[in-house]
Structure formats: structure tokens, C-alpha cells
């Protein structure tokens, strides 16, 4: 095929995308128009007779079909038709214009409802394609199943803490296999060997932990396995904490020794910081210390 034929081909599929897009445009204008002269009914009866050319036109249709119903107080009619525009762009907002009172409440009411259910399952599409070895489309995905959390609202929002600890710790690991290998640096030249060797000293012994004798634990409630580890199947997880704990038996600082699982040990320090403790006393005076706990999890 010439190069004039291939960019001939190239224009008439240009030209037919573009024409497209303006079908889309142009059947949305009287649309336009009567949504602008409060004419809903009418809007709604032209709308069901359009049929969006492109997904991203049918997204413009719906927008005014939702709003059509919010303007009519037919707020579960609008509910639905809300909720697959959210289905289809988890990100989506109303925009300035649209902003009404009743249209920003419409749309958060069906937000709070719909995505949390669609933040845990961008992160289950996300872990499939870590596990096909997708790194890419992980990325892709668990970077917007936290932008996702992140414009939840409270309460909804609550119980999404571990899954974006989750999903942010398994973005990092997915952004590391995802990146490209290194070519290894050559091996140095072997040095010619010394005629005398010089002598080894053990290393300094490590200082010893502040003692923590009399420590009182109030709460220390070490947290299950998320499901994205234990779907990898039964096993046992063993690692060490540290924690330094002030006189007033508060954790100041927590950090892992030894790792129990990579997505699990993120969620091990966010429960860790909450942990409670009477301080030791010496000589009747509370004292800081140093805690080191072994983590022992099977399933």
C-alpha cells in the first residue's frame, strides 16, 4: 500500500470521527435549548428519540436527561440515569453551570451510594492484572481507584481507610515491576590477592533496648490479613514490630524490624500508632521505652 493511500485512508477516518462528534453536537442543541427554556418534558421526549452516536456522547445525553429529572422532582428516575453516568466515569462531577443546589445533592447522594462498591472493585481489577503481570494497567487502575476514595465524602468514606492503605501500598509495588530493569553493571576486575590477610573483628555487639519491664498493655488489637493476602492461600506471616511508647503509655513512633507482608505491614503500622500501654516506672517515675513485638499470623 503507497503512503498516499494510507494517508487518504488516514483523512477519511479523521473526517469520519469528526463527523461523528458533530452529529452528536448538532442533535444535542435543540436539546440544549429547551433545557434552557425549562421546557423538560420536551427535552426527555427528544432525548428518548436520540440515540448517542459515541460513549462519550452518551454521556453528554444522559447528563441532560438526569438533569431533566432532577428539574421535574423525579429524583429516582434521575437516580438511575445519575448512577450509570457514574458507572461509566467513577471521576465525574457536575460541572459549574449545572450546580445547582438540588443537582450537586442529587449527584453526592448517588456518589456516596455507588462508589465505594466501584473503589473495591477497580482494586480486585487491579490486583488481576497485577497477577497476570500487567503492571501497567495496575498502575493505571489502582491510581484511580485511590483518586476514587479520595473524592468520597464522609461517612462513606470511613471505612475505605484500609482498602486505600491497601491500594496505595499495591501502587508502589505494582509501579516497581513496572519499571524497567537496570542493565547490570560489568563485574569489576578480580583484584590481584593480597599476600597477607588482614584480620576480622566482629562487629560491636547492638546496644541493648531500653528495658521495658513493668509495661502494661491496655490495647493492642494486631489486625486480620486483608483479603488481597489471603486469597494467596493458606501460610504463615511472621515479622517484628518496634514501637517507642512515651511516659504517658502513648505509641510515638512504630516501624517494621522484619517484614510480615509486604500489603499487610502498611495496615500493621496504621493499627500499631493507635495502640495503648501503661508506662514501666522507676523509682515511682514513668519512663519511655521500647517495645518489640514478634507477629505471628496464620490462615
Known amino acids: 500500500m503507497s503512503g498516499t493511500v494510507r494517508l487518504t485512508i488516514a483523512a477519511l477516518v479523521f473526517s469520519a470521527s469528526a463527523a461523528v462528534a458533530q452529529i452528536a453536537a448538532d442533535s444535542l442543541e435543540p436539546i440544549r435549548q429547551l433545557y434552557a427554556s425549562a421546557e423538560y418534558e420536551e427535552a426527555l421526549t427528544a432525548l428518548n428519540r436520540l440515540q448517542a452516536p459515541t460513549p462519550g456522547a452518551e454521556l453528554e445525553f444522559n447528563r441532560y436527561r438526569a438533569l431533566c429529572l432532577i428539574a421535574l422532582n423525579r429524583d ?5 440515569v445519575i448512577e450509570s453516568i457514574v458507572a461509566a466515569d467513577p471521576l465525574y462531577q457536575p460541572s459549574a453551570s449545572d450546580a445547582s443546589p438540588h443537582v450537586r445533592a442529587a449527584f453526592s447522594t448517588v456518589r456516596q451510594r455507588v462508589l465505594p462498591a466501584v473503589a473495591r472493585s477497580l482494586y480486585i481489577d487491579a490486583k488481576a492484572a497485577y497477577d497476570r503481570k500487567a503492571y501497567a494497567d495496575a498502575v493505571q487502575t489502582l491510581e484511580k481507584a485511590v ?14 481507610g484500609d482498602l486505600r492503605v491497601l491500594a496505595s501500598g499495591f501502587l508502589d509495588l505494582s509501579k516497581a515491576a513496572a519499571a524497567p530493569t537496570p542493565a547490570a553493571a560489568p563485574a ?5 590477592e593480597a599476600t597477607a590477610k588482614p584480620a576480622i573483628t ?4 547492638a546496644p541493648a533496648l ?5 509495661l502494661v498493655v491496655l490495647r493492642q488489637d494486631v489486625p486480620p490479613l486483608p483479603f488481597s493476602v489471603a486469597s494467596l492461600g493458606p ?3 511472621i515479622g517484628v514490630l518496634e514501637l517507642q511508647i512515651d511516659e504517658s503509655g502513648n ?9 510480615v507482608q509486604m500489603l499487610y505491614d502498611p495496615i500493621l503500622l496504621k493499627a500499631a500508632r493507635e495502640w495503648k500501654y501503661v508506662a514501666p516506672r522507676i523509682s515511682g517515675k514513668s519512663i519511655a521505652t521500647v517495645k518489640r513485638i514478634e507477629i505471628v499470623l496464620k490462615q
Request: avoid cysteine; proline fraction near 18%.
Open 76 to 80: 429516582s428516575e434521575a437516580d438511575r
Open 147 to 160: 483518586r476514587v476514595i479520595d473524592t468520597i465524602e464522609s461517612p462513606a468514606k470511613d471505612d475505605l
Open 188 to 192: 569489576p576486575a578480580a583484584a590481584p
Open 202 to 205: 566482629a562487629p560491636p555487639p
Open 210 to 214: 531500653p528495658p521495658n519491664t513493668g
Open 235 to 237: 501460610g504463615v506471616y
Open 251 to 259: 505509641v510515638t513512633d512504630a516501624r517494621i524490624i522484619r517484614s
